[in-house]
């Protein structure tokens, strides 16, 4: 059974700081790999999705690593704003059970002006 | 060019009543999937849906939920006599194929149960 963790479960940091979000999963037979974005009472932004066969994806200061032998993956935020205040979730689908993906518990993301 | 439509966005029910969630997806996506984010745990799999067919319904409990994907119109979570601990927000997400497409999320149906 697949399991995806996220460390840290909250980060506070102050604006302009680089920063790292960490997301492992036990099964390293991943078709690919989905960080989103969840604003309070809202709905899931796609941000970064990396297939198996990559190494990152890059979108804006945003910066996604994959290591699938490892099973981790990172999520870098370059010069950090308040607007990133959101939880950040990371999403796996696996290659062999179907097209559904299996998520982490999220990073509660605060940045302090 | 709308994203994955949900309504309603907010649904009050008392117990014992049936509560009926919707998704339109995006345009030209035919797999609809199905995800409930219980109060401080994350997102877990629920269903997933092509058109007129269920796929794979694993994650589904298997008494009081049925979802469906008909050939016109939009998906339905349905849950019958529903009980406080069906009590989430319920996300619906869409792709255009099976695999190597990102998943897009609606805005959710967050339930009440009263």
């Known amino acids: 059974k697949q399991e995806v963790t996220q460390i840290p479960a909250a980060l506070s940091v102050p604006e302009g700081e680089n920063l790292v979000l960490n997301c492992s999963f036990t099964?390293?037979?991943?078709?690919?790999l989905q960080w989103f974005r969840q604003d309070p009472g809202k709905g899931l932004t796609s941000l970064l999705l990396?297939?198996?066969?990559?190494r990152e994806q890059t979108s804006g200061r945003l910066n996604a690593s994959l290591d699938k032998s490892s099973g981790r993956s990172t999520l870098y935020i370059a010069a950090s704003q308040p607007g990133d205040s959101a939880t950040y979730l990371c999403?796996?689908?696996?290659?062999?059970?179907?097209?559904?993906?299996?998520f982490g518990g999220g990073t509660r993301l605060m940045v302090k002006p | 060019n709308a994203g994955v439509m949900q309504n309603p966005r907010h649904l009050v029910r008392r117990r014992g009543q049936e509560a009926r969630l919707r998704c339109s997806p995006m345009?030209?996506?035919?797999?609809v999937y199905w995800y409930r984010q219980l109060p401080e745990e994350g997102l877990k799999f629920m269903v997933y849906?092509?058109?007129?067919?269920?796929?794979?319904e694993s994650g589904m409990p298997k008494e009081r939920f049925s979802a469906e994907f008909p050939k016109e119109g939009p998906s339905i979570l349905r849950i019958q006599q529903v009980v406080r601990g069906d009590s989430a927000a319920y996300f619906c997400?869409?792709?255009?194929?099976?695999?190597?497409?990102?998943?897009?999320f609606g805005d959710g149906t967050r339930l009440s149960i009263l």
């Open positions: 997400a869409s792709s255009p194929l099976q695999g190597g497409q990102p998943q897009h």
């Open positions: 990396i297939q198996s066969s990559q």
């Open positions: 099964d390293s037979a991943i078709y690919n």
């Open positions: 849906l092509q058109k007129e067919n269920i796929i794979d």
């Open positions: 345009k030209g996506h035919s797999h």
């Open positions: 999403a796996v689908r696996r290659s062999n059970a179907g097209n559904m993906l299996t």
